[in-house]
Structure formats: C-alpha cells, structure tokens
C-alpha cells in the first residue's frame, strides 16, 4: 500500500510529452479528507508514465431540454436525487422517461402519491407485458407520450395534448459521462454521450496504451466485466499484451460506431454494450484475458432474467420458472467452498439445498 495515495482530488490531466508511444502526463491533485470534505494540503504535480480513468459515469445527470422548464416553479429533480417516496405523498409527479429507473421510481410511489405519470417517447413501445400489468395493478400509474412543456402554474402538457396539473417533475433520464480533469487535447471527446474515439470502449488510438478508460460501458456486468479490464491494461502496460497499430484501432473504433448507426443504434447507446448485444461482454473477456468463460447455466440465467423482467417488472425475482441446468447450477454454486468459513467448519455445513422462492 505504500505506493497507492488516497483520497487525492484529481484536479487536472494533461499530457506532458509528446508521441504517443512514449506519452507520459501531468497529474494536478490535492488531498482531501474524507470526513469533511475539505481539501488538507497544497496542490501536487506528478508525472506519471500512464493514466487510467475510472471515475464512472452514474454522477453526472442528463437533462433534457423542454420548454418552460426553467420558469416551472415547483418540484424538479433528476433521479440521482431521488430517495424515498413519503416527499411525495398524494402528490401528482411526472417521471420523464421509461426506462428502468422512471420504472422502479413509479412502483416506488405507488400507494403513496395521488397519480404517477410515466412519459415516453413511443407508448407502442412502452407499452411492454411488465408495463401492461404495472398499469393493471395501480389505478394511480398513467403512461403518457413525451412533454411538450411546462407551464409556470404548474401544468404539463404531453404530446397528445392532454394535460396534468404537477406537483413534481422527476427526470428520469440517465446520466452523461464528465471528466473535467482531463485534457486530451481535443483527442477524446464526449459527443451525445458517446466517448471517442475509443478502441474497445478502452484505449483511445491516438494515446494508447498510456491512456485508457475503465468502466464507460452500460449495462454489462459489474464488477466482473470492470475486472477484466483492468486485466487487459495491466497486460498491455507491462508489455504482456501488444494493442493493434494506432490506425487500425482507430479504424475499428469507427467501423464500430457506423455498425451501431446501420443498426438504428444512438449514438447515445454507443456504450451500451449488455442492452444492445449481451455476448459482446463475453467475447471481450475471452479475447483480451484469462478469466475462466461464463459458465453456460449462468448466461442462461442472464437472459431468463431479462426475460422475466420484461415480463413482469414487480415479480420477476419470485418467479419460478428456471430451467433445469440453472438449477444444478446454482445449486453446484451454493456448494462451493468458501475461502471465509472458519477452518473448524466443515464445507458441508455450508452446502445448501437450492429452493425455488415458492418453497421459501
């Protein structure tokens, strides 16, 4: 632990040579204390041979623009804030949005505000099997198409000109990747939520291997999929594994974004690897470490679960309908041995049956 620093505030990232192969960079910090907050000692400068950003990207809301927001006087807020639903008890709130958190926010206010009224911009689509029982089960859930604006006095239109009168506004937009510290020279940039241009959502061409990214990815699996790559720019730092010519990275960056743009695919889903092509994830950790691959019974799993949740939004996780192999499988899981038990306890004593949650 002697050469790891913690609680620096990063405050600046440049580079400090030039080449790319060769790159080294500029690190601007100061120390903070972690119990208030507050910055203890004077600015440093560092220069480091490589820099690894990995500050995540569920901090920094997204908001939309729509008319009439600024000048709306009552509650908005982004769902980054949002914490218990008692604060809007027999309110009327709008949730912008239709994505997975304007739908756990919505069944969370369920029975304690007066109406729920979720917005998207395609009902058709929305309007999902889950959907459909959410809004059978509660008669205080509404799903609306996108707000047109946003009147002073409190009023919401939506795009088919009906209209509610609001006590809150809750933007349930998601969240926009921010790295302030860091300049790259105009060499990375962030562009409708896309970061790029990257090399398997990692390496920038330009300024690989001394700079990369962890973590831009959506919707893939954390912590795993994080780990294996820090494994990949581990290898690649200490010479382990070679990256591909700066040109051919970059044109596979390119050829990457212009498949997801043939494929009707936002450029603000460029990152979203698990929602748009699950075994993306899977190929990326065979290909670049050794990670031992996902077992079958376990990628079964992945997709039944996403399955069900499309299906039943409120009830997925009581459910009873695995197969057969996820069964042993989770049932050879819960019999593993587990390096934490104390010595004097046999590993048999913490091999359970499996039980599907009816039999709980």
Same mark, same amino acid.
């Given at each position: 632990?002697?050469?790891?620093?913690?609680?620096?505030?990063?405050?600046?990232?440049?580079?400090?040579?030039?080449?790319?192969?060769?790159?080294?960079?500029?690190?601007?910090?100061?120390?903070?204390?972690?119990?208030?907050?507050?910055?203890?000692?004077?600015?440093?400068?560092?220069?480091?041979?490589?820099?690894?950003?990995?500050?995540?990207?569920?901090?920094?809301?997204?908001?939309?623009?729509?008319?009439?927001?600024?000048?709306?006087?009552?509650?908005?807020?982004?769902?980054?804030?949002?914490?218990?639903?008692?604060?809007?008890?027999?309110?009327?709130?709008?949730?912008?949005?239709?994505?997975?958190?304007?739908?756990?926010?919505?069944?969370?206010?369920?029975?304690?505000?007066?109406?729920?009224?979720?917005?998207?911009?395609?009902?058709?689509?929305?309007?999902?099997?889950?959907?459909?029982?959410?809004?059978?089960?509660?008669?205080?859930?509404?799903?609306?198409?996108?707000?047109?604006?946003?009147?002073?006095?409190?009023?919401?239109?939506?795009?088919?000109?009906?209209?509610?009168?609001?006590?809150?506004?809750?933007?349930?937009?998601?969240?926009?990747?921010?790295?302030?510290?860091?300049?790259?020279?105009?060499?990375?940039?962030?562009?409708?939520?896309?970061?790029?241009?990257?090399?398997?959502?990692?390496?920038?061409?330009?300024?690989?291997?001394?700079?990369?990214?962890?973590?831009?990815?959506?919707?893939?699996?954390?912590?795993?999929?994080?780990?294996?790559?820090?494994?990949?720019?581990?290898?690649?730092?200490?010479?382990?594994?070679?990256?591909?010519?700066?040109?051919?990275?970059?044109?596979?960056?390119?050829?990457?974004?212009?498949?997801?743009?043939?494929?009707?695919?936002?450029?603000?889903?460029?990152?979203?690897?698990?929602?748009?092509?699950?075994?993306?994830?899977? =190929?990326?950790?065979?290909?670049?470490? !050794? #990670?031992?691959?996902?077992? +079958?019974?376990? %990628? $079964?799993? /992945?997709?039944?679960? &996403?399955?069900?949740?499309? =299906?039943?939004?409120?009830?997925?996780? !009581? #459910?009873?309908?695995?197969? +057969?192999?996820? %069964? $042993?499988? /989770?049932?050879?899981? &819960?019999?593993?041995?587990?390096?934490?038990?104390?010595?004097?306890?046999?590993?048999?004593?913490?091999?359970?049956?499996?039980?599907?949650?009816?039999?709980?």
């Amino acid at each position: 632990m002697e050469l790891v620093w913690l609680n620096p505030k990063v405050v600046r990232v440049a580079m400090a040579g030039e080449g790319c192969r060769d790159m080294r960079w500029l690190v601007r910090s100061v120390r903070i204390e972690p119990d208030s907050g507050e910055e203890v000692a004077a600015v440093e400068e560092e220069v480091f041979d490589a820099v690894v950003v990995a500050n995540g990207h569920y901090s920094q809301p997204r908001l939309p623009s729509i008319p009439g927001m600024e000048k709306w006087r009552r509650r908005q807020l982004h769902s980054h804030s949002y914490r218990v639903p008692d604060t809007f008890r027999d309110e009327v709130v709008v949730l912008i949005g239709c994505g997975d958190s304007a739908m756990d926010i919505a069944l969370d206010l369920c029975g304690v505000a007066k109406a729920v009224n979720l917005t998207a911009k395609s009902v058709e689509q929305a309007m999902t099997p889950a959907m459909s029982k959410m809004l059978a089960n509660h008669a205080e859930l509404h799903l609306n198409p996108q707000i047109d604006f946003l009147c002073e006095d409190g009023t919401v239109q939506f795009a088919d000109g009906t209209r509610v009168i609001a006590d809150a506004v809750i933007y349930c937009t998601g969240y926009t990747y921010s790295f302030p510290f860091l300049d790259t020279g105009g060499l990375v940039t962030v562009q409708d939520n896309r970061v790029g241009p990257l090399f398997e959502h990692t390496f920038p061409p330009a300024l690989a291997p001394s700079l990369s990214f962890v973590g831009v990815q959506m919707k893939t699996f954390v912590p795993w999929f994080f780990e294996a790559q820090g494994i990949w720019i581990a290898r690649v730092l200490s010479g382990r594994s070679a990256l591909p010519p700066a040109d051919e990275m970059l044109r596979a960056a390119e050829e990457y974004c212009r498949a997801r743009e043939a494929a009707g695919v936002p450029a603000k889903y460029t990152h979203d690897i698990g929602g748009v092509n699950p075994n993306e994830t899977y =190929e990326f950790v065979a290909k670049y470490t !050794d #990670l031992p691959p996902r077992e +079958e019974w376990k %990628r $079964e799993l /992945v997709r039944a679960i &996403l399955r069900d949740i499309t =299906e039943d939004r409120e009830n997925f996780r !009581d #459910l009873d309908n695995d197969s +057969e192999s996820v %069964r $042993e499988g /989770v049932q050879r899981w &819960l019999c593993l041995p587990d390096a934490t038990v104390p010595g004097d306890v046999a590993s048999s004593q913490v091999c359970m049956p499996f039980q599907a949650p009816s039999q709980l």
